[in-house]
């Protein structure tokens, strides 16, 4: 006798969701165990509705710490007689920039975002989203601070200096991904969750020609995996001052970099 597949029972924010964007439950069933932010092409993130396919990965709540501290390092750099320059790399479906962007409108301190990703699919989501907030929040000034690139790293970036780096890169290790909730690993671009062998395999990448890039005083802000810390540690001691710290709501790490003087 076959075992009985139960069907799919969802959390109250899942509920929630499907409520909130008019899909009804045995609708979304159909969809296996996709995530309801892909079944709805809707999730909220800053307090802020992005539009989300299979092109990019799912932002988490977790992120939203890199934009605190991102409005943190801002704050410390403001000088009305300059521009801060910020710049992400592997932008995915644009949360993070825009996101940031949407803050700093609140201030009067002039910035300009450099927004890249390898793939150009995952641009145009983004380009999506900034229309989509544009409107919705009604900051027409949001396009004109982003400027999107498609590069790998730092391939097609200008040759000028950021005050703050951000970058959520792929990081979870080759072996880990096969054993990923099945939510994770059946619908979620493995390009942007496969940092290779010991998940450190882009990072250490663009560490290594992030420095090209960074202002005397910049700041590079990750998103890494817990097991990273100590050998960040070991590979970059001799380039960076490195500070990490784990998420206040999860078990996810995140890391802060600053040029030493040489």
Known sequence: MKPTTLPRQFTPYEKNQLRRHGVAEE??????????????????????????????????????????????????????????????????SGAVAISLAHQLEKTNQDYHITATDIDKKALELTQKNLKHISKKSKISNLKSKINLVHSDLFDNVSKEK?????????????????????SVKDYEPHIALDGGEDGLELISKFLNQASQYLSDDGVILLEIDYTHPEILRQRFNHHYHIKTWISKISRCTFARLTPKKL
């Open 27 to 92: 609708v979304a069933r159909r969809y296996g165990q996709m995530p309801v932010e892909y079944i709805t092409g809707h999730v909220e993130f800053c307090g802020l509705d992005f539009l989300i396919d299979q092109r990019a990965l799912i932002p988490r709540v977790e992120t939203e710490e890199l934009i605190e501290e991102a409005l943190s390092e801002f704050a410390k750099q403001t000088n009305v007689s300059r521009t801060i320059k910020i710049l992400e790399v592997g932008t995915g």
């Open 162 to 182: 950021f005050n703050i780096m951000i970058a959520n890169l792929p990081y979870i290790p080759t072996v880990r991904i096969k054993v990923l909730e099945a």
